[in-house]
């Protein structure tokens, strides 16, 4: 037993490593190419994990409930289309768009399924850690078409957005796996993954709110499998029970409120300093907390839009002129002061504190995957 729990934590490593390498050098935006590495992935721990799991309880009723949980996903995500607009789909179906990305999608949801199913036989917490950890990378692989990552704001979106679902929606994976087998996720998957890919729309939603979305779905069908069909274990460990549906909501609570600041689309918001113009106040890898309002000041650190980018500047000199209200910066470090001045309309907010060196990772990323 020690061995082979040795011999899967070497394969789960290499596969971490190995999808980090060739997501990072952009491998793997040929799905193929992921589907080849999850297929061979899934026969070598197949060939090292030989045992098969028991017939699990209401296995068809879980599949039927799972079923009607991802139809009423993908109609609930497509109501948003009839507020926010629909927009056409980034994949036009056609022979091609079959080839080359809904067969592989679909070969490495079984994949992946197959090799969840082997290792949760193990039953060993670091191996369900580095389960969780390599899907991700998988799904951040899957996204990665999707985005421009040089651009920070985009990896910021890739990395936060995307892993949060994705880790999610991993932890409900090996949850229904555990303890109902592998089909009811494969259906769930293909459902969800799949058919928004025959679909020639997409609705017109922020990431934000797709993100809310596939953070919040797990939640609520693990809340109602626990309530309706696990109800022996609820009684044996109540206690238990009560902690982990806490600990649970304060996580998605937490990560919702994070999600919320870095989209920057409320009343405060979080920004990454990409750059030393504000060396001294505000060191670049800080990170910035600001609050959206057009009561600026004199010596007011403030963000504001230029050129679809914003920029952390201390406001230097105000002047109302034609009932405009324009408003010069300089950053800290820089000789001169900025070329144009900065209206309401430009102004995002103002800077309320820092943390230093918290987004350091994120400029790391960005490098890299320039």
């Known amino acids: 037993m020690l061995k ?118 193990c039953n060993d917490k670091k191996s369900k850690f580095l389960l969780v950890v390599m899907n991700t990378i998988i799904e951040l692989s899957l996204y990665l078409n999707f985005y421009k990552v040089t651009i920070l704001e985009n990896v910021l979106a890739l990395v936060g957005f995307v892993s949060f679902a994705a880790i999610a929606n991993n932890l409900l994976y090996n949850y229904l796996q555990d303890d109902y087998g592998k089909k009811p996720v494969i259906i769930y998957r293909l459902i969800t993954t799949v058919v928004p890919y025959l679909i020639p729309v997409t609705p017109n939603l922020y990431i934000f709110y797709r993100t809310f979305l596939r953070l919040l779905y797990p939640l609520i069908i693990f809340l109602y499998l626990e309530k309706y069909f696990n109800e022996d274990y609820l009684q044996k460990r109540k206690r238990e029970q009560k902690r982990e549906i806490v600990s649970l909501v304060c996580t998605f609570i937490f990560l919702t409120i994070l999600i919320g600041l870095i989209s920057c689309k409320f009343q405060y918001g979080i920004l990454v300093i990409g750059s030393n113009s504000m060396t001294g106040s505000i060191n670049k890898g800080d990170v910035i907390f600001y609050k959206k309002t057009n009561d600026i000041s004199m010596n007011d650190i403030i963000v504001y839009d230029k050129d679809r980018a914003k920029i952390v500047h201390r406001v230097v000199d105000v002047k109302n002129i034609n009932n405009e209200q324009r408003y010069y910066t300089k950053g800290d470090a820089n000789k001169l002061k900025d070329e144009k001045y900065v209206t309401n309309d430009n102004v995002i907010g103002k800077v309320l504190f820092r943390i230093q060196y918290l987004g350091n990772p994120t400029l790391f990323l960005r490098n890299i995957f320039k």
């Open 4 to 121: 082979e729990k040795t011999k899967i934590y070497i394969i789960e490593i290499l596969l971490v490593v190995i999808l980090s390498i060739c997501t990072l050098l952009h491998y793997t935006d040929n799905k193929i190419f992921l589907a080849l590495i999850t297929v061979v992935g899934s026969a070598i721990i197949s060939m090292v994990v030989r045992r098969e799991r028991s017939l699990q309880i209401h296995r068809k009723k879980i599949v039927l409930i799972l079923s009607v949980f991802a139809i009423l996903y993908i109609a609930i995500f497509y109501m948003f289309g009839l507020y926010t607009g629909f927009v056409p789909s980034k994949e036009i179906l056609s022979l091609q768009s079959i080839s080359t990305t809904i067969i592989p999608i679909i070969i490495i949801i079984f994949s992946t399924e197959r090799m969840r199913d082997k290792l949760l036989i």
